[in-house]
């Protein structure tokens, strides 16, 4: 098959050639859809968008989001250049509150130091005079405008938010809807696109609110099913290259055992790979002259089966909460009023032919079909009509 790396790193120190596979990725078709799909809807898309990335653990939408901000950069890199006081990238982590709700004040001073703002405890005790006494204010809405003042000024391309499905933890129902109107608000003072990157769970955080779901987007980063040939090809291309790039004196052989590694990563391109460089690293720092790896190496680090089920069970429920969110059509016209509802949603295949011979039938068709029937030809009544 072939070996890819550069042949000279055989020659490196054992920390080089790690490094070399750690930094080594594979573009392949989940992934590239992703990236454009991103790209395209941060350059193109309304200044004040909430744009969703989502999809299961480990199927690269840590790797995703830092290849965009590279080429952000890179396309802008001329004009931030000139202007040294703006901020080309804001990119931080939501993180879960130890108890109770999310905390904002917290998540509006990290914001403040990752833009490396200055005197930020200093904004936090900002005195305000209410009936001629001076009071202190507990400084959210001190760090607030500050972080609108940041986005607005320093004109970011976008504001990234890691971890969001962690904003919409919360101690009361009526809250949560108020957490995405935060972030409504936000991009809407701003003009800045904030892109909010997780799990599943941002599917029903983006629907609770209307504004969201007309001005929200999604961008999905799938994983390869097991189901699906052309999902299985793309995997099996993406595991050769990754055993054709392993710095190895005789590469290994990984696609004959491409079920395998499948069972284990269930599809997840981000856990193959991080799979992949901890066998690779563990191994060659123990016996830095060995010259390739076998499959009991990486049984050594691989996932249990029953962690691999709890990834496909997670994985396959949020799955199916997408594919309802996308997939409802029918519901959509049912509801508008222009196909009539079914009695009975689970009607048997036995049970349809029986309709059709006693000539019961529902008319459900869609905006612009016709009914089908044969039409009348020749000088009939129709043309007498005319």
């Known amino acids: 098959m072939g070996q890819l790396f550069p042949k000279e790193l055989l020659n490196q120190v054992i920390g080089v050639r790690h490094e070399y596979f750690r930094n080594f990725t594979v573009s392949h078709p989940a992934f590239d859809e992703a990236y454009d799909d991103l790209i395209d809807r941060i350059n193109n898309g309304s200044k004040n968008s909430i744009i969703l990335v989502f999809g299961p653990a480990g199927a690269g939408k840590s790797k995703l989001i830092e290849k965009v901000q590279e080429k952000l950069l890179t396309d802008n890199i001329g004009f931030y250049q000139k202007n040294r006081g703006l901020l080309p990238i804001l990119n931080v982590e939501a993180i879960p509150p130890d108890s109770g709700s999310f905390d904002w004040k917290d998540f509006y001073y990290r914001c403040l130091e990752a833009a490396e703002e200055p005197l930020i405890d200093y904004k936090m005790d900002v005195e305000i005079e209410v009936d001629s006494k001076k009071l ?118 990984l696609i ?63 799955e199916r909460k997408y ?6 059509e029918d519901e959509l016209y049912i509801q508008l009023g222009f196909i009539e509802k079914t009695d009975n949603l689970d009607v048997t295949e036995a049970e349809k032919e029986i309709k059709s011979e006693k000539g019961i039938r529902k008319k459900n068709n869609k905006p612009g079909e016709r009914n089908p029937h044969r039409d009348e030809v020749g000088f009939g009544k129709s043309s007498e009509a005319l």
């Open 256 to 318: 004959s055992n491409w079920d395998y590694f499948y069972s284990r990563c269930v599809g997840c391109i981000g856990i193959l790979k991080d799979w992949l460089y901890l066998t690779y690293q563990v191994v060659t720092r123990n016996n830095p002259d060995i010259k390739t790896l076998t499959i009991e190496d990486f049984r050594c680090h691989e996932l249990s089966p029953g962690r691999s089920l709890k990834l496909l069970k997670e994985a396959s429920e949020g």
């Open 136 to 253: 202190k204010n507990d400084g959210k809405a001190a760090l607030r405008r500050s972080l609108e003042n940041v986005l607005i000024f320093r004109k970011p391309l976008a504001f990234f938010i890691d971890e969001a499905q962690h904003i919409s933890m919360t101690t009361n129902s009526r809250n949560l809807r108020n957490q995405i109107n935060i972030l409504k608000s936000l991009a809407n003072l701003t003009n800045v696109p904030i892109v909010l990157t997780g799990n599943y769970d941002l599917i029903t955080y983006r629907d609770l609110n209307g504004q969201t779901i007309r001005r929200g987007k999604d961008v999905h980063v799938k994983r390869y099913q097991a189901n699906n040939k052309e999902d299985l090809k793309s995997f099996i291309n993406v595991l050769l290259a990754f055993q054709q790039h392993l710095p190895l004196e005789n590469e290994p052989d």
């Open 323 to 328: 594919n309802a969110s996308v997939n409802q």
